[in-house]
């Protein structure tokens, strides 16, 4: 395993996550106004991204694990790009590696704070729908189903319309 492959993983990761990026940002705006449908679709081309990126990240996760055990490096669960790095025998190798690492990790952060948005702004509408909701429905105290008064609401004696001593 080459850091080439490695790299060109990487990539396509940062391409990938790149995209999602930009599918938050318009779900931000979709979010906004309020569009049900639009939101729907938006949540199904996510879903595929995600498939797709979890699919590169199970082969980056491979190509690491051979490049460092190729390098006599013990396996471990947790091998990571920074562990390539410090393997890598040529700078330009390294550098290569740093700056697309680098990038991907800044947008996996751009990624996270546009969702955090994102779910800040579906919690906010949630509230907002709760409490219509809530206003919109009568409460039960209020409410005379048959005709009779609520028990424990009224304090005067019942009188009837029918005074039987005329």
Request: with cysteine; net charge negative.
């Amino acid at each position: 395993m080459s850091v080439e492959a490695i790299c060109s993983t990487l990539t396509k990761l940062e391409r990938m996550h790149k995209s999602l990026l930009e599918l938050a940002n318009k779900k931000t705006e979709i979010i906004t106004a309020g569009d049900i449908e639009a939101l729907d679709k938006m949540l199904k081309d996510e879903q595929a991204h995600v498939a797709a990126i979890d699919k590169l990240e199970q082969q980056r996760q491979k190509q690491v694990t051979e490049y460092l055990g190729a390098k006599g490096f013990a396996s471990t669960d947790k091998m990571t790009v920074a562990d390539v790095i410090e393997a890598a025998e040529q700078q330009s190798e390294k550098e290569a590696l740093s700056a697309v690492r680098n990038r991907l990790m800044q947008i996996i952060n751009d990624l996270k704070k546009q969702n955090d948005l994102n779910q800040k702004l579906v919690f906010q509408s949630l509230q907002f729908v709760n409490l219509t909701l809530g206003a919109l429905q009568p409460q039960t105290e209020q409410m005379n189903y048959s005709g009779s008064e609520v028990r424990g609401t009224n304090t005067m004696a019942k009188k009837s319309y029918f005074d039987s001593q005329a």
